[in-house]
């Protein structure tokens, strides 16, 4: 039913027919097998990356890291498709098993190997099944079903040897634990415990996409509690050591959508601020992240508070570009203390609104002021700032209206 699924499928019997060993493996037979929607569907085969594209024809294929044994394989194209249809390539990856590891990130040299080999190079059981489609028949060398039954991360292998190879398998551990809500063996965890330090080998922005995948999770305090007991934290997050847990958890629990952003808010309320700066830069976050959890945390006491501010004083964070971040982070802060929901509620009518009611055009602008014969200065801004307060207040509705106030404090300034 799945297109993806009927690929892979159609290049493993391919590869079959060719007298090719050939299966779905990794990520998607785990996730099939949990009764969760597979995000790819990769396939693992005995076939060199050159029979691969010899198979496939050249123009078919992408030779995406054919250094390590991974080729991408194109659809077929379909006649009916315009020329510049997106296609999706599925990975195709040839059976290996690794070499030594020298650096803690990647092995010195890559050979390739069987099925089983292939097995024992991946990381966590769980993650070392494969499935014959044509036979529909899990191969399983690792005893990753009998863990997937009992939801049990564990390395494959020793835990130790494995996070010495790779120290980012360790962070994949909490992840992948925190993600479908496992445990982690005692043995695996306590190799992390050891190893923990060592996660500085490990680049900012891989350790941020796999962060990224925690702390957008409905269980990320599940992982930023494995972080902390596992001494990840005092590298990976330092902030977290001295956070309030407790605060953090009701906070996440309350927040409307769950984003990074918005997490990363939850963990400087509960924690310090500096948090967002450090994340930003050692994960290099995007602008817009970065700004939209600081925004939330700067900008979130007033609409918690919305409901005792003069209108002139809440508008101007309702027509901040992040007030949708903002509101949700009010809106975890107000329901984990159980506050009144008077501001938010009054926020949320507001931001219902139409446009113009929410952010009406200015009764008078800078050019008018100018064409009246007043000169640009510095004066010009307070006039302009007054005349908004004013009008958002209520306190002037026309045109008339503002004229007569920028007469009076012309006079008074
Ligand atoms: P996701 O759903 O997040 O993509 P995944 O299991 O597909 O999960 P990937 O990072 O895409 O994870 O890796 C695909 C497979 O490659 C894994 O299932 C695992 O078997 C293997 N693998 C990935 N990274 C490592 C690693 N650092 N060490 C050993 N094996 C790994
Ligand atoms: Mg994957």
Redesign the pocket.
């Known amino acids: 039913s799945n297109p993806d699924a009927a690929e892979a499928i159609r290049i493993i019997s391919v590869l079959r027919e060719r007298g090719f060993v050939a299966y779905l493996?990794?990520?998607?037979v785990?996730?099939a097998l949990l009764g969760k929607p597979?995000?790819?569907f990769?396939v693992a085969t005995n076939a060199t990356p050159e029979a691969v594209r010899e198979v496939f024809g050249k123009k078919n294929t992408l030779a995406f890291g054919a250094s390590f044994g991974v080729i991408g394989v194109l659809p077929p194209r379909n006649a009916a498709m315009p020329a510049k249809t997106a296609v999706s390539a599925t990975e195709v990856a040839t059976f290996r098993s690794d070499g030594e590891y020298s650096d803690g990130r990647r092995p010195d040299s890559v050979h390739y190997g069987d099925a089983h080999a292939d097995a024992l190079?991946?990381?966590?059981t769980i993650?070392?099944l494969f499935y014959d489609p044509l036979t529909r028949s899990i191969i399983d060398y690792v005893d990753g079903r009998a863990d997937l039954d009992r939801r049990l991360l564990r390395t494959i292998g020793s835990p130790d040897q494995?996070f010495g190879e790779?120290r980012?398998?360790m962070l994949?551990a909490i992840?992948?634990s925190t993600?479908l809500n496992f445990t982690i063996d005692d043995e695996t965890f306590a190799a992390i415990t050891v190893h923990a330090d060592d996660i500085t080998d490990v680049s900012g922005e891989r350790i941020g996409v796999e962060m990224r995948?925690v702390m957008t999770s409905p269980q990320a305090i599940n992982g930023l509690q494995r972080l902390v007991d596992s001494g990840l934290a005092r590298n990976v997050m330092p902030e977290l050591l001295h956070a309030n847990m407790e605060q953090l958890s009701s906070l996440l629990d309350h927040l409307p959508e769950r984003s990074f952003a918005r997490s990363l808010a939850c963990v400087a309320l509960s924690s310090q601020a500096s948090v967002i700066d450090t994340c930003s830069s050692a994960w290099r976050l995007s602008v817009e992240e970065t700004r939209q959890a600081k925004a939330a945390l700067d900008k979130h006491d007033a609409i918690v508070n919305a409901d005792e501010l003069v209108w002139s004083r809440l508008q101007p964070i309702l027509i901040d570009r992040d007030v949708d971040v903002i509101a949700d982070v009010a809106q975890a802060v107000v329901q984990s203390q159980r506050r009144g929901a008077a501001g938010i509620h009054r926020v949320r009518d507001a931001l219902a609104w139409d446009p113009q009611k929410l952010n009406p055009p200015m009764l008078l602008t800078g050019d008018d002021l100018r064409k009246a014969g007043y000169e640009a200065g510095p004066k010009f801004r307070v006039f302009l700032d007054a005349l908004r307060v004013a009008q958002l207040d209520g306190e002037i509705t026309t045109v008339d209206e503002a004229w007569r106030l920028i007469e009076r404090l012309n006079n008074e300034i």
């Open positions: 493996a990794g990520g998607c785990r996730d597979p995000k790819d990769d190079r991946r990381d966590f993650n070392g494995r790779d980012l398998r994949r992840r992948f993600t995948k």
